[in-house]
Each structure stands twice: as structure tokens, then as C-alpha cells.
């Protein structure tokens, strides 16, 4: 059973922000699934800031995609054929299919979606996205009750579990997102003690001052995923002994594109660093795959609290393979709002 | 028994690199010893890299040195005059007398040096620095044999230790000095592995492939006690998993005016940032005295390695109080060989 499927792939690295130009949609055959292999109809792409980093050759903790190779990506999806024992047509799983609309994967490499859950929490708040927040604030930030905690991009899938869960286990926890609309969504939806708008700061130091209103006790974690301005705010404000878990720097991608700040200036790492110093800071730098191990645990704590409802979710869903690219440039500059996802099909 | 004494206050503060013009040599009256009070003669002051800090009004994890006031310092003396139970004339004693020749003291923030050592030990391998060392390689650190640190200022009390203990505990140890006759006595008599001269590399591009070349399995930790040129270098070369104890940053003290590099560039602290991301790095600042509890702990373990002469100590002794602040400026410009100190009387 061939398939004439479509996908995307690399057209050429970015130089700086991403443009329509990088990317590439083409007409591919599916080959017939081999022993072990299963055919996927992929129903939903989940666009994630990684995905960014994997378009530059700079040595990173993953393989960057190759020119012309199909961009990589979480999916979840529907077993149309197949050819390996304990799959049968009609299983809805998760995959690193890629951005496409059907592929051959080793079922190996498949898990099935578990029942009762909607198949795209698979790809935020019980995916990688809401594991990555779940782990960092726990293993790295150690969280304790009374404690205050900052994260940024807060209506994301990562920032919403870190402070969803932060709030379950007694901390103050204090939101940065872009404009109102999801400020208001932060505290409203998802439960944030406070949550600063970044567009309306604008330096660093304005940042700060902001961060040292919401936060009166100061910081005790700031699980840092957006770098730039936001990082420059609230540096100054940790407290002694303070933890910040790094797993992303989205404002940094470009270097300075993204409208979160142009960048540091000269002086910043030795401020940084004096910083760690002074405030006896500890920053580790983490991904996801690093605690896998605690995966199990996670599902076990957080499903049953996001099927319960105290911890929420919000999408941000685009329609069709031939518009990921769109929305994923858009969600770069923040323009998502919630875990973004792309419908296929 | 008043006696009119010398002492160095803080004339006023510097902008950027120090000047004659910080320090001011003054007469005053030392008072006579109240209850559990004593006086000490001091014979020799410690000059540390710390000092620097003091000397600004910025906020840190000490409070400044104020203007007009004696310079902060630890000294080792003579009582010469007791009024409090178990301190009797000739006791010798280590204190933070400041930088003077002679000091009114509570007993109680005295320790008295222990006998079959040398005064001056308590001054650099065996008292604050050396201490600085261990705990920062030890706790934060975290050694394992076959390993590879790195260290600057290696011919210095705080890397001297740092390099040697990481030889006795199995680690390769690479150092980073000043000049070649640093180097080679790096290597020749605190036995480091390889000992690279930063005066001989223009930037910390050059820097990064020196310490390629000297770790050709990478950097495990880098205890990062100047900063510069030489975190620029190392950082690249970091493993995953590498560890970073951040004790200092002596090339920063005056950002950029110490001759190991002009100040990191505008992408400097994302480019760190992104490297503590991809090799998921630990960077972790301390202070010695939260390390306090584990005093006893050194001593006892590395003042035999001390007198067996497994860990050597090299001290480099300017002679007199008013040549102190001399000393100093040179220090900060990495002009001493081993650990400065200063005879008094």
C-alpha cells in the first residue's frame, strides 16, 4: 500500500530569523511498511521552539536537520497499516514522524496515545513540553513551599505546567508573557500570582523593577526559557541561593530578533556572572532527555491533575500541513498563544 | 599601654583599575585592650583578590570597606598585650585585623595559629584560599578520578590548590598562569599537568584552542576564579555534565582593565548561556563561608598533606605595611608569584 503523502522539509539554514524561504512542501512516496514497521496518518504536529536550534549546524545536544531532509517533530496520529505486532490500524499514537501528513515508522519508535486523555495532550502539558517544565522545576529548582518562582513565556506549555505546578506545591508563582490578553490568561486560566507584560518594558533595567514589584521576597527560581530581557530582569532580583534550570533562550535564537531585547550589551556576562557569585546562584543547564528516567512519575502525578482540571491547558491550533511553517515563525516571535499545534488532515 | 600604630584606609574609591590615590597611610592610637580584648603586633598580611571588591560600594555578599576606614585584610601576629582569659603575650594569631601593625582585638575573632606550622601558612594554604580551593573542587566541583579541571592563576594559593589536590585525588589538572616562569613552576613544582600561558593568546578564540589542545578529553570542571579571556576559552571546551564552581573574577574586578582580555563582546553571555544549555553544565557560585562546617574537615585532611610536602605552597612577600598597597595594584595585574603576602616590623 503506497501512499503519495506530503511534507516539509529544510530548504536552507536560516541566517538570523526564519523565513518562508528555509522551508520546502513536497509530494513523497511512503514506502510499504517493513517487518516492525507501521504506516502513520498523522492528524496533528506539535511546533515547539527546539525546532529552531535544529536549523542551525552549531554543535547542540541533537543532530541538526539536514538540507532537504524533512523538519523534525512530535506528532500524534492514526495506524493506518501495519506490518508490527501489537499495532493494528486504528491506534492513535505519538512519534517523531516529522513535519508530514503520513510516514513509515518502526513501532518501536511509537507510543500509543493512552485512552480517556485527548490525543494532543500528547504533545504539551503530558508531552515533552509539560515534562520539560515538570522536571526542571523539580529536579533543578528544587521548589519549595513559600517560595517565589518566575518563568516567562507563561501561557506555553512549558511555562504553564511550571506554574500550575508551582502553585500545587505552595509557591508564589509570577508569569512573564507578551501583551495583555495572555497576562490576563495566566492569571485567570492557569492560576499565575501576578503576570508581567514584556512588551511593556523596555530594557532590561525596566524589567528589573517590575520583577522586584511582583516578586517582594524576591526570587527563589527562575526556570529560564526565554533569555534576553527577561533574563536581565531578573538576575538581579534572585535571592542567595537561588536555582535557575536553563532549557531554552527563545529570545536568543536570533540573537536579538525577537523584540524581547537587542541583546546584551558588553558588560552583561560579567554581570551575570558576578551575579552567580554574589548570590551563590546555581544555573544548570538541562534537556528533556536527561530525565526521562522520572518520566513514569511524571505521568502518574500530573495525568490525574490535568484530568481532574488543576492543571489546565490551552492550544493554539493552525489548520493544515502547508500553513506550519507560518505558524511556526509566528509562534518564534510569540505570536502563539497556548501550545501551538498544526491540524493535519 | 596605648601605642601609636600604622594603618592603610581606604582613601577613596576606585573607577576601574586601582590607584596609589585609593589608599591612604595613617597614624592612630591603638586603645588599650577592654575585657577579653588583646593586642596584636601584626608580622604579616594576606593579600587577596577579594580586597578588590570591597573597595566598591556595590552590592555583595560583603559589605564595602567605607571610606576613611581601614582596609579589610586577615593578618597573622603577636599578642603583645592580654586582657582576656586564654591569650597570653607571644601567643601567635590569626585575625582580620585589617591592613595594619597593630590591632586592638576581641579574643573571640582570633585563632591561634597552630604550632609546627609556619605563621603565614594560615594565610594562604592552609587558611582562607587554600580552603577556597578544596571546597569549591570538592563540594561543587565534585572530582572523579580521570577527569580533567582547570584552573587559573595556578601558581596562586587558591589554583595552587585546586590543581594539586585534584592531582592527589587521580584528575588531570591543567593550569592557566602569566608568563612562562609561572608556567613552569605550575608544572614543575605543583606538579600540574600542563600549564598554558594567557599573555600568549590574543583572545579567547585563542584561548579555546590551546585548551583543546591541553584537554584533549575536554573539561570536566573549570573552577573559574578570574573570568575574561580564559572562561571564554575554556567554556567550549566544557563536557557535558561539566561543573562550574564560580569563586572569582579577578578580570573583571575592573571589567576588562587587567590585561586578560578586553571584555567579552555583545553575544558573550547568550553564547555562555547556550553552553551551559547544550552540555547541560552546572555553574554555581559560593563563598567560603558557607563552607564554614567543613573547615575542620580540611585541615585535618590537608595540613598532613602539607607537612608531608604532598601539597606545597610558594609565597611571593613584599616588606612593609606602606608597600602594601603596591603590592596590591601589582597583584590585581597578576605581578605576584605564589601567594602575596606582606611582612610588617
Redesign the interface.
Known sequence: MSVTAKRIVLAKRPKGEVTPENFRLEDYEVPDPKAGEVVVRVTALSLDPYMRGRMDDA???AAPVEVDAVMEGGTVGEVIASNADGFAEGDVVFGMTGWCDHAVMSAKALTKVPAGVPPTAALGVLGMPGFTGWHGLTDIGKPKAGETVVVAAATGPVGSMVGQYAKHLGLRAVGVAGGPDKCRHAVEHFGFDECLDHRAYADGKEMRKAIAEACPDGVDIYF?NV?GKV?EGVLPNMNTFGRIP????IA?YD?GGLGMGD????????R???T????????????IT?GWHRLNEFLGEVAPLVANGTIKFTEDVAEGLENAPEAFMSMLKGGNFGKQIVKIA
Chains 1, 2 share one sequence.
Open positions: 554543535k547542540s545536544y529560564e533569555g533574563l536553563v532549557c531554552g533562550m536568543w540573537l541583546g546584551p550589551g558588553k558588560d552583561q556576562l560579567p551575570a556572572w558576578r552567580i557569585l554574589v548570590n551563590r546562584l546555581k544555573v544548570e543547564g538541562f534537556i536527561d
